[in-house]
């Protein structure tokens, strides 16, 4: 999941051994159930249902979804998750299939793009080589700029574009986005990695502008901070929210919960009040077709991949 430059975060971690072997639990698991959602992405599929027996298969494996699975097709890149009934069916598209899971609150994000058209075949190698080489470079006194540059350049050399706004991050428990950022770009930051450090790498390629912005309706959403309500529906679905430990959570799970009526009715009074973030989609400003890959690691000599 994205990490919008310049936003603020929780510090850096440096994790123990016993909490590495969390993370190593979480991590084989979100790599196993990338795979199985991977293997769903077809013409004529329905991004509804892949998501759901994504879903599925997280608590089949004792886990807990980090943030809600998201399907991003074409030049949307990020934070598409369909409302309860959508109909739509997947065609010659470029899909983003992005998800995370937890044990006991040890995050770990992947993400992998299937290239349903045929036709964008040099566009996933790019990013899949950007994503190796930064993995290589999660060791301890790579500059986070380092990281950046060499995404930057592999994507470069075969035409393409890093998306500039959206970039990996550091991962926690029950915390999606920490620090350190680690753009797609050299930014000159001179942040340092550091054993014990875990993080999302994942370059985003784009035949476009990369550069992307919010449109359409949000299907992510977050608590963003505790606030007394007057309303008894906003209330009881702010009750109900609590339950996610302050990690996002989509749109159709409350649908399911409380129906279309009282969810919308809700959702606008959070947001309004400014209890909950939304997370719109995130969509390229040429409208290119992008590309995503992610993997979770620990900072080491030898870096350990997670996913």
């Known amino acids: 999941m994205y990490h919008e430059l310049g936003k603020s975060a929780k510090e850096s971690e440096h994790f123990s051994e016993a909490e590495i072997e969390l993370f190593k639990k979480s991590g084989r698991i979100s790599a196993e159930v990338l795979e199985f959602g991977r293997k769903l992405i ?137 620090q350190p950022s680690i753009p797609n770009f050299n930014t000159a930051d001179t942040a340092e990695l550091a054993a014990g450090m875990a993080l999302a790498i994942e370059p985003f390629a784009s035949t476009g502008s990369g550069v992307v912005y919010e449109s359409g309706e949000a299907g992510v959403f977050a608590l963003q901070q505790k606030k007394p309500i007057r309303d008894m529906i906003s209330r009881n679905v702010l009750k109900h929210i609590e339950i996610y430990n302050g990690l996002p959570f989509a749109k159709k799970w409350l649908t399911r919960a409380f129906g279309s009526g009282k969810t919308n009715f809700a959702l606008r009074q959070l947001i309004q009040h400014e209890i909950l973030h939304e997370y719109l989609p995130l969509v390229d400003q040429q409208h290119g077709i992008v590309s995503q890959m992610e993997k979770s690691v620990v900072v080491a000599e030898k870096p350990i991949v997670l996913t």
Request: hydrophobic share 35%.
């Open 42 to 178: 077809k013409k004529g599929a329905k991004p509804l249902d892949i998501l759901d027996a994504v879903e599925q298969k997280i608590k089949e494996m004792d886990a807990t979804c980090a943030f809600p699975p998201q399907m991003s097709l074409n030049d949307a890149a990020a934070h598409s998750c369909p409302d309860d009934g959508d109909k739509t069916v997947l065609g010659d598209d470029v899909v983003k299939l992005d998800l995370g899971v937890h044990v006991g609150g040890y995050v770990t994000d992947n993400a992998v793009t299937v290239d349903l058209s045929g036709k964008w075949s040099q566009l996933l190698k790019a990013n899949k080589e950007a994503l190796d080489a930064a993995l290589k470079l999660a060791v301890p006194g790579t500059r986070v700029s380092e990281i950046g540059k060499t995404v930057h350049d592999i994507l470069q050399s075969y035409g393409y574009n890093p998306v500039r706004n959206l970039s990996g991050h550091g991962i926690g428990q029950f915390q999606v986005h920490t």
